[in-house]
């Protein structure tokens, strides 16, 4: 908004306000934003959940002992306010006619709303199943069509619907309008990935910030000719200013971290992990790196590939690889304490995010 009301009022030339046309000063901008709108309104938020959940979310009876008797009584839903300050900051200093822009929030508000829905459910009948994980998918299908059919048509570029291995400089695969299949296979499977993360207070947006700095850098290396053809990645005009997007999504994130740290004061819920995993997932297709984000994201698919290995093994053998699936509740099973296993897992994600991006120099 504040990008084309600058260059509106007083033109590109301002000496000055010139300063708005660099998606880096934007960028921080944006961070800023979001990250004192849930400082400023985040407690405000909590009490407005308390008053109308009575009981908090729903805990896993089959989860450790110590869940239900330390998280009872938590409010959920607070992904809300995280997609709040996301839109807030992204269209505050984001540029409002790149379509891509618009697209990253569409993808983070639909999911959302999915995510909402089954919130809602689970309050309401104080169950922790919520609706059903059919139904759950093909909502998330038809969302992740709509915006990768959108992104598809404007997207019109050579190699726009090619898969680019990392590392190695030639190899890549073209999947023509098979690609559509492939675009929301990734952007559901992260939003599911980063769902099943979300087990314990901070675990998951530990991983969710490093991936969206490592993204933001990418993003910002992929609209800018110079680096790209420096780096050898493909350039996508306009890609940068996802960066202003994904910012943001930092910002909300470390904001809402503020209230999740242990004990958590809020859950972030369905709306804010699905949302926040298929915004991940969409800026990895835009971006061209969906596989460098398997690296990235890398916490990611170990839980979920914890989880098909625990239900394919029980159907086999009528036997468990792990204590509890996802894998952090493993570990939880065998004593660690909770902080310890966040932490741990933070420090795995920092690990591989830096490994993601060194796959950008390595070709």
Same mark, same amino acid.
């Given at each position: ?7 509106? #009022? ?5 000496? @000055? %306000?010139? *300063? /708005? $046309? ?8 944006? +961070? ?124 019109? #570029? ?5 898969? @680019? %291995?990392? *590392? /190695? $400089? ?8 098979? +690609? ?184």
């Amino acid at each position: 908004m504040f990008y084309s009301l600058v260059y509106k #009022f007083f033109g590109i030339n301002s000496s @000055f %306000f010139n *300063i /708005f $046309k660099y998606v880096t000063f934007r960028s921080i901008c944006s +961070f800023i934003t979001s990250f004192l709108f849930i400082l400023i309104f985040g407690k405000k938020f909590i009490n407005l959940l308390k008053l109308h959940q009575k009981n908090g979310q729903p805990i896993r009876i089959d989860g450790p002992q110590s869940h239900l008797d330390a998280k009872k009584g938590t409010p959920t839903m607070g992904g809300a306010m995280v997609i709040l300050a996301v839109v807030l900051g992204s269209v505050l200093w984001g540029n409002l006619s790149n379509i891509n822009l618009w697209i990253s929030i569409a993808v983070l508000i639909g999911f959302g709303a999915i995510g909402a829905i089954d919130d809602f459910c689970k309050i309401k009948k104080y169950d922790y199943h919520g609706i059903s994980g059919k139904k759950k998918i093909i909502l998330q299908s038809i969302v992740a069509f709509c915006c990768c059919y959108i992104s598809m048509k404007i997207h019109d #570029f050579p190699d726009a619907t090619t898969i @680019f %291995f990392p *590392i /190695f $400089k030639n190899c890549k695969i073209e999947l023509g309008p098979f +690609f559509l299949i492939w675009a929301i296979l990734v952007v559901v499977g992260s939003s599911n990935a980063v769902n099943l993360t979300d087990g314990l207070d901070g675990l998951a947006m530990g991983p969710v910030i490093m991936s969206s700095i490592c993204f933001a850098v990418i993003s910002y290396l992929v609209g800018n000719k110079i680096f790209a053809d420096y780096l050898q990645i493909l350039y996508i005009p306009g890609m940068s200013e996802d960066c202003v997007f994904l910012s943001s999504l930092v910002g909300a994130s470390l904001g809402f971290m503020w209230f999740n740290a242990p004990p958590a004061k809020i859950f972030m819920g369905d709306t804010g992990s699905i949302a926040i995993g298929s915004s991940l997932g969409y800026v990895a297709l835009s971006t061209k790196h969906e596989l460098v984000f398997s690296i990235i994201g890398g916490v990611f698919v170990i839980e979920v590939i914890s989880v098909i290995m625990q239900v394919l093994w029980y159907k086999l053998t009528r036997k468990r690889i792990f204590l509890m699936a996802p894998i952090h509740h493993h570990f939880e099973k065998k004593g660690w304490a909770e902080p310890t296993v966040v932490f741990r897992f933070w420090i795995i994600s920092i690990v591989l995010g830096i490994i993601g991006l060194a796959t950008l120099k390595i070709r």
